[in-house]
């Protein structure tokens, strides 16, 4: 079974500070991607890659920035944290899709719920 | 854009009623579709997908169908059961190889004994 793992289910960090979530997946995915949940608005993509190195932005990308140095591992990162970032993160690993379909599911983590003070 | 609509919960039911969560998509070309749930406390599971039109996806007693020409992929189940308490996402992935996934809202189902 693919494995997702997110470092850690809890977290409270205070305003301004530098937040760093990190994940990694045990499947040799090459697509990895970071949503956030929040109630009555779903999951909704923060960014994703789709190779080392490689990032584009999603749908809600200010206020974060990632990491991908190894294929393995994704990191999201609040560069200043704001109250308005509390929430449930959750990370996902793909295959790369055959030919242009896009049809192959994500993988999810179990999350991690963001506390800013 | 791609967007998803499902039916705005939450659904409550008693154990082995029948179950319907409504569908509907807007996408250009032949998007693949899914049917993800998250229990409690969990990350989301791919339940069941469907990757052309009139592909019947089913899973654990739950079905759906991929209907085109109505844009719809309605998630069934003849007899629900309290485990069967979660949240419930559709969602589509473009044609064009990139897997971004769009979500709908997701709808909350609680089943009682």
């Known amino acids: 079974d693919v494995k997702v793992t997110q470092s850690s289910r809890y977290l409270v960090k205070r305003t301004g500070e530098k937040v760093f979530l990190e994940c990694v997946q045990d499947?040799?995915?090459?697509?990895m991607f970071w949503y956030r949940q929040d109630p009555g608005l779903g999951l909704r993509l923060i960014y994703f890659?789709?190779?080392?190195?490689?990032?584009e932005k999603g749908d809600i990308p200010e206020g974060y920035s990632v990491s991908r140095e190894k294929k393995e591992r994704f990191s999201l990162i609040l560069e200043s944290a704001s109250t308005n970032q509390t929430s449930m993160y959750l990370c996902?690993?793909?295959?790369?899709?055959?030919?242009?379909?896009?049809?192959?599911?994500?993988?999810f983590g179990d999350g991690t719920r963001l506390s800013i003070l | 854009g791609n967007s998803v609509t499902q039916m705005e919960g939450p659904v409550t039911l008693s154990e082995e009623a029948f179950l319907t969560i409504n569908c509907t998509y807007t996408?250009?070309?032949?998007?693949?579709l899914f049917w993800y749930v998250q229990y409690p406390g969990e990350g989301l599971q791919l339940l069941l997908k469907?990757?052309?039109?009139?592909d019947k996806g089913s899973n654990k007693g739950f079905e759906a169908t991929y209907r085109k020409e109505t844009t719809s992929f309605h998630l069934e189940k003849g007899s629900v059961q309290v485990s069967d308490s979660a949240v419930y996402f559709c969602?589509?992935?473009?044609?064009?190889?990139?897997?971004?996934?769009?979500f709908g809202k997701g709808t909350k189902l609680t089943v009682n004994p």
């Open positions: 996902a690993s793909s295959r790369r899709g055959q030919g242009t379909r896009g049809n192959q599911p994500q993988h």
């Open positions: 499947m040799d995915h090459e697509n």
């Open positions: 890659s789709y190779d080392v190195k490689m990032k």
């Open positions: 996408a250009t070309g032949y998007p693949s």
């Open positions: 469907a990757t052309k039109a009139d």
């Open positions: 969602a589509l992935s473009s044609q064009g190889g990139s897997e971004k996934l769009v």
